[in-house]
């Protein structure tokens, strides 16, 4: 694997990032260091998709500039991924100068290849899809089934581009790859929407929207959000209608794509299509992950339960994102549905990072002290059978993380805690002290930590943070390749002193927890 090139959808800037953009990022940050472990060269992208009728009512309602808003709201996107440790390589803002050049030249092109066509058309336009419904797809009061608003009737002569003409090469595409759409049970779901598809709308009137980028040549009407958001995946990268860039070269066609379930079909169906006209290669994967509800609730303005992730953070005076970044990856079996509450999220956290594999490195480091002064001797190098469980465990987990298992490797990685821990009990190591056996008690414990080296590793990509701290300890080299990783990584001497012990995650103090601190995003 020479390159992996990975992408979030961007969001919109009409408000401030909540937890469910937090997910999408946190997913897609744990995929891009999941790669760093396999690969030197990942190319990690996520921004925002600023144009289109909602931000231009929105500033308007403020009174200030849609640039202004977009500027404002980007950089609280941007704080945010910064406190949630999620580092990406290119932050894309869809008014980026060299990304508004791009696409107005995509735009062109396929006007001059005759995949876009100008038609006078009415339609039913819900501005919180930002595109135009079907109307055997509304509610039965007529309303949008996914923002519950009536959408505006909207005659209007636009471009559209000819997607019905893409239609069977998407079909047999998605045929025969059926690691296309992940997970798979989505495919289908896809094939079905691709039956009656129909030429889409792809420019508004500039009369009714001004915040857009303007059609080369046809200054009255400007280029519809999905061309101008979906394009930002190869215009990130410099592509060029005439010159691609080198670096376009290096990293297209994309690895995967991580989207919600609800924009599956942009991704699938209108995105392939639109790569097709301009005779680019398709992505390898699309990703759909569920949504995340709150307490069993879908997350609204209206109902007050939108969650700032940044607000979780401080309202459990947490200074290291790593439980979040561990209970929002561990949410949901791929591809479904998830929740955060706040009392699962204590829970879980303080069962598996703290109770379990924090505390187990630090009792283990712990006896070492104890009855060794910290020494790892020559003769506490011994085989065991949970090494050959570690190793298992590393391939069980890259091959998870092949098919977006996010949540399934983590299980994994808790497994092999569990069985290192009941390994602990069975040996009882402290009383092989007691009976001064103490050539089998260093074993047992330099097997421990052999076995914390491969879980600090493992569990990089989820806590970062905590990873660092572990490896810290045990003299790791945590930018050691998943292909490379041994159970040998324990150096003989002296490992430890007791003033370096550290637990390495504190529990979640259920005290701190303030509600009315995280209802803010
Ligand atoms: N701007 C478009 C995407 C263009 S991609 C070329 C958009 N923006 S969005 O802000 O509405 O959503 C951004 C991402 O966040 C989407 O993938 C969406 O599915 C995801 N989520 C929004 N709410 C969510 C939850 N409650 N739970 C999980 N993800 C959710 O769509």
Redesign the pocket.
């Given at each position: 694997m020479d390159k992996y090139y990975l992408t979030?959808?961007?969001?919109?800037v009409n408000g401030a990032p909540?937890?469910?953009?937090a997910?999408?990022k946190i997913l897609t940050d744990i995929i891009a260091k999941h790669y760093t472990q396999r690969c030197d060269d990942v190319f990690f992208l996520t921004g925002t998709?600023e144009h289109g009728i909602k931000i231009q009512k929105t500033a308007a309602a403020k009174g200030i500039s849609p640039k202004e808003l977009c500027d404002e709201n980007a950089q609280k996107f941007k704080d945010a991924w910064k406190a949630l440790d999620i580092d990406y390589t290119r932050f894309i803002r869809t008014t980026d100068e060299d990304h508004e050049a791009i696409v107005q030249k995509i735009f062109k092109k396929l006007v001059e290849k005759g995949d876009i066509y100008k038609h006078s058309y009415e339609g039913l336009y819900c501005s919180g899809c930002e595109c135009f419904l079907n109307p055997k797809d509304l509610t039965e009061d007529g309303l949008c089934p996914d923002h519950l608003k009536k959408p505006e009737v909207v005659k209007e002569e636009n471009y559209f581009f000819k997607l019905s003409k893409y239609k069977d090469a998407i079909i047999k595409h998605i045929k025969a790859h059926p690691d296309f759409i992940v997970p798979q049970f989505r495919a289908n779901e896809v094939l079905n929407q691709l039956e009656d598809i129909q030429d889409i709308s792809v420019s508004r009137a500039k009369s009714n929207v001004q915040w857009g980028i303007d059609v080369l040549d046809d200054p009255e009407q400007s280029i519809y959000v999905w061309i101008d958001?979906?394009s930002?995946?190869i215009t990130a990268l410099g592509y060029d209608t005439e010159n691609p860039s080198d670096m376009f070269k290096k990293y297209w066609p994309v690895d995967v794509h991580v989207?919600?379930?609800?924009?599956l079909k942009?991704h699938s169906i209108y995105w392939p299509a639109i790569l097709l006209a301009l005779d680019l290669p398709l992505p390898k994967h699309i990703f759909a992950?569920?949504?995340?509800?709150i307490d069993e609730t879908k997350?609204s303005k209206s109902l007050g339960n939108v969650i700032s992730p940044t607000g979780v953070l401080e309202s459990f005076n947490l200074t290291i994102p790593d439980p979040l970044r561990y209970y929002m990856a561990t949410s949901a079996p791929c591809g479904r549905d998830g929740n955060y509450s706040d009392d699962d999220f204590k829970e879980k956290v303080n069962a598996h990072l703290a109770n379990s594999m924090g505390n187990l490195l630090n009792r283990t480091l712990s006896m070492l002290v104890k009855y060794f002064d910290g020494e790892v001797k020559e003769e506490f190098k011994a085989d065991s059978d949970l090494y050959k469980l570690a190793l298992d465990t590393v391939k069980k987990v890259k091959t998870h993380f092949d098919f977006f298992e996010i949540s399934e490797a983590a299980q994994e990685i808790v497994q092999l805690v569990d069985v290192t821990n009941k390994y602990v009990t069975d040996n009882a190591p402290w009383t092989l002290a007691k009976e001064e056996k103490m050539t089998e008690c260093g074993q047992v414990l330099t097997t421990v930590l052999e076995i914390m080296c491969v879980v600090s590793a493992l569990i990089y990509p989820y806590c970062p943070n905590i990873a660092k701290e572990m490896a810290r300890q045990l003299s790791f080299d945590l930018n050691t390749k998943l292909d490379d990783l041994t159970c040998n990584n324990i150096k003989t001497g002296k490992l430890i002193t007791k003033e370096e012990i550290k637990p390495v995650f504190l529990r979640v103090d259920s005290e701190l927890a303030d509600k009315s601190q995280k209802v803010k995003a």
């Open positions: 979030t959808a961007i969001d919109y909540h937890i469910g953009h997910y999408e998709d958001a979906l930002n995946y989207v919600g379930k609800d924009i942009f992950h569920g949504w995340i509800t997350m």
